[in-house]
């Protein structure tokens, strides 16, 4: 098994290579709508690139998670340029999925997903650094009720306001290449 996945690991680490040496698609934006509750931690998203060239981009994806693919559902991603389902697969940690980016062409895909609630819950930023630039723009909204006990996040609120009973926090980065991952680590002693 461990065999396995180190193949698995050395094929994407092989294929990310390449795509930083070659690859004329950039990962350039993207808006992400997290929400928490006693219950799940969910992630909304749309993920734009863009193809620089003049040719048709077929290209794997690779979507890491903090935790097991087997501790993840509702997994969706659409592609928001043709409203079609996007088919994946998945890893231990990781799912993959293949797109196609047409000449000169800006591809918007819409990714969301669940997981059970944890004491610290991670979306996955760090790997933004493979596509070998900064983002653009990063923008994170979270979502969760009033009495949800948040300890901290690895990257402070640019800010927050109260809608009815929820506390909505918000992010806005520009040129942004993220050194650690996004975390809500909640108080376990008043969960």
């Not at 903090?66 to 592609?79: E, F, G, P």
């Not at 990714?111 to 900064?134: C, D, E, M, S």
């Not at 909204?141 to 926090?169: A, C, E, G």
Request: proline letters at 4%.
């Amino acid at each position: 098994m461990r065999k396995w996945i180190c193949c698995v690991f050395v094929f994407f680490l092989s294929a990310t290579l390449s795509l930083k040496a070659q690859n004329p698609v950039s990962f350039f934006e993207e808006h992400i709508d997290f929400s928490i509750d006693s219950q799940y931690f969910n992630v909304n998203g749309i993920f734009s690139f863009y193809n620089n060239s003049d040719q048709t981009v077929n290209q794997d994806i690779l979507f890491p998670f903090a935790v097991k693919t087997t501790l993840i559902d509702s997994i969706r991603i659409i592609n928001l340029n043709n409203l079609e389902k996007v088919q994946f697969k998945c890893l231990e940690n990781a799912i993959y999925f293949h797109l196609t980016h047409l000449p000169k062409d800006t591809l918007d895909i819409n990714i969301f997903y669940r997981q059970k609630v944890a004491a610290n819950n991670t979306y996955i930023i760090t790997t933004t650094q493979i596509w070998g630039k900064p983002l653009d723009k990063a923008i994170y909204r979270l979502t969760s009720p009033q009495t949800m006990p948040i300890q901290s996040f690895s990257y402070i609120p640019d800010s927050m306001k109260v809608v009815d009973d929820k506390n909505v926090f918000f992010w806005d980065k520009y040129h942004f290449a993220p050194q650690i991952d996004f975390n809500i680590v909640l108080d376990s002693n008043k969960k």
